[in-house]
């Protein structure tokens, strides 16, 4: 085995474990022992749950217990006006009525009912008082979601520490655990999820992100206030369980709009070719929220750009269209000058950085520049900048490494524009491609006149946020203003 090809199975490894869960996909609505706050409804009712499912309801979280005489129900006190479900036997259970008229229903009936409709199940089984009803009861609900067919729908939870293990051993899964351990202790338990009161959560908010990295799910409970609905969206729970599924369900959509921007990568050659007024004219042209620049220099004295001399052209470029600018160095020029890369930006930063990328061999230095930026005050996406090693494709290939590890790291929807001295087939482009969605067509870029080759880009990731919908690139120009055509993509971001 090559050492690069070592380097590359440790490094696809690595991303691997990183890449896939630390997003936060669109959470889910799960109806708090049903949706029962409606007309002529009660909490765990047959109603509850027809009424959850229609008004589409992700999951219905309903309780249950065994009686004395081993029949299921589902209800959320351990009694019933009274009647405590363990203690009793099925004949006084059946006279017992729900607060809306209807019978005290039985995990079969339940069970019957939501075998006819979509909703998810989460089926929480109570703490009983000793182990052995516990078992007792897993042994018949395994049996029972199995025949009524509805197995592939339900995820058991339980505060019971006894049937949490005994779902487990059973394989009832998958399992959530509602005590709130820490991520390693239910990972080490066998737990597949956590599903936890708000305020642990609002105490660690950090386990979301290590649940997460387990690929284990978070469930967050009873979230019913519009602060608190926001909060669990905002921190990336997977699933919000709410006595308001309606309130939740219409947060989710507002905050899951898909959101257009138009971005941008465009190599300036330095400004040889053009002043800082046709660059700036050119860039606003085209409206984009996003800029990605290369060969940007500041203050630097070059014969082949005179019209340039002694300019920030970042600063100049921004002034000019009404931009946020940032820079990156990656070469000195001259005695006081500056070349390197930059982002124009119409939305307000949260923090840039400069990262230096790899190389095999000592050469011209190589950077990206990446920075978190608010979209709308709110919303946070990563936009960067890049320009790979010219020189050999093993250097930019390792390079695309870097970058795909990078920016799955942050855990946001990201983009990167770039010229990347790499034509479509080659190793680099591959390994973008791999992990992230290439943002722009097939269309040449350089050089400006008679374009041949296409080494810009712009990609995102993960895979399936963002989403390309138009790309243009300018035809060639027998007068362009840089070497390269510019790539502007018109994206829509699932954030
Ligand atoms: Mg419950």
Redesign the pocket.
């Known amino acids: 085995m090559t050492n690069i090809m070592r380097h590359k199975l440790l490094f696809f490894a690595f991303f691997a474990a990183f890449a896939l869960p630390s997003y936060a996909a669109k959470p889910k609505v799960v109806a708090?022992?049903g949706y029962w706050k409606t007309e002529g409804s009660a909490q765990n009712s047959i109603r509850a749950l027809v009424k959850a499912d229609s008004v589409g309801c992700h999951s219905t979280?309903?309780?249950v217990w065994i009686s004395a005489d081993g029949g299921l129900y589902v209800n959320?006190n351990a009694d019933i006006n009274g009647v405590v479900i363990e203690t009793a036997d099925s004949a006084a259970l059946a006279a017992c009525r729900l607060g809306n008229g209807e019978p005290l229903p039985t995990l079969s009936a339940f069970l019957d009912t939501a075998a006819t409709l979509k909703t998810q199940l989460v089926f929480?089984l109570k703490p009983h008082k000793n182990p052995e009803r516990e078992n007792a009861a897993i042994e018949k609900i395994i049996r029972m979601v199995r025949d009524k067919g509805v197995e592939d729908r339900i995820t058991y939870?339980t505060f019971s520490r006894n049937a949490f293990d005994g779902f487990v051993a059973k394989g009832g899964r998958p399992v959530f655990y509602l005590n709130g351990v820490s991520p390693e202790v239910l990972k080490e338990i066998g737990g597949s999820g956590a599903d936890y009161h708000i305020n642990i959560f609002r105490k660690n908010p950090e386990w979301i992100g290590r649940l997460h990295s387990m690929g284990m799910p978070v469930n967050i409970w009873t979230v019913d206030s519009e602060a608190d609905i926001q909060w669990c969206i905002d921190h990336g729970a997977d699933y919000i369980t709410t006595n308001e599924p309606e309130l939740a369900m219409r947060l989710v959509e507002e905050a899951y709009q898909p959101r257009k921007l138009r971005v941008m990568t465009y190599n300036l050659r330095f400004g040889e070719l053009a002043d800082m007024d046709r660059l700036a004219r050119e860039i606003k042209a085209a409206e984009p929220d996003f800029v990605a620049i290369q060969e940007v220099d500041v203050n630097t004295n070059r014969d082949l750009a005179r019209h340039n001399n002694g300019l920030n052209y970042v600063s100049e470029l921004a002034q000019r269209t009404g931009m946020f600018g940032h820079y990156a160095r990656t070469l000195n020029f001259g005695r006081k000058g500056y070349y390197g890369i930059g982002i124009l930006s119409r939305h307000p930063a949260v923090r840039v950085e400069k990262l230096e990328l790899p190389a095999l061999a000592a050469g011209e230095p190589r950077a990206m520049l990446e920075g978190v930026f608010e979209i709308d005050g709110k919303k946070k996406i990563v936009f960067a900048s890049t320009h790979l090693d010219v020189k050999s494709d093993k250097t930019r290939a390792l390079q695309a490494e870097y970058i795909v590890k990078r920016l799955a790291e942050a855990g946001l929807p990201a983009i990167i524009g770039g010229d990347f001295n790499a034509k479509p087939e080659e190793e680099a482009i591959t390994v973008l491609r791999t992990a992230m969605d290439d943002l722009s067509d097939a269309a040449p870029t350089f050089p400006a006149t008679g374009a041949k080759s296409k080494i810009d880009y712009l990609f995102g990731m993960p895979k399936g946020m963002v989403v390309l919908e138009k790309c243009t690139v300018p035809e060639s120009s027998s007068a362009p203003a840089s070497d390269h055509l510019p790539v502007v993509s018109e994206v829509e971001v699932r954030m």
Do not use: S
Request: hydrophobic fraction near 25%; aromatic fraction near 12%.
């Open positions: 708090h022992r979280e309903f309780d959320h929480e939870i």
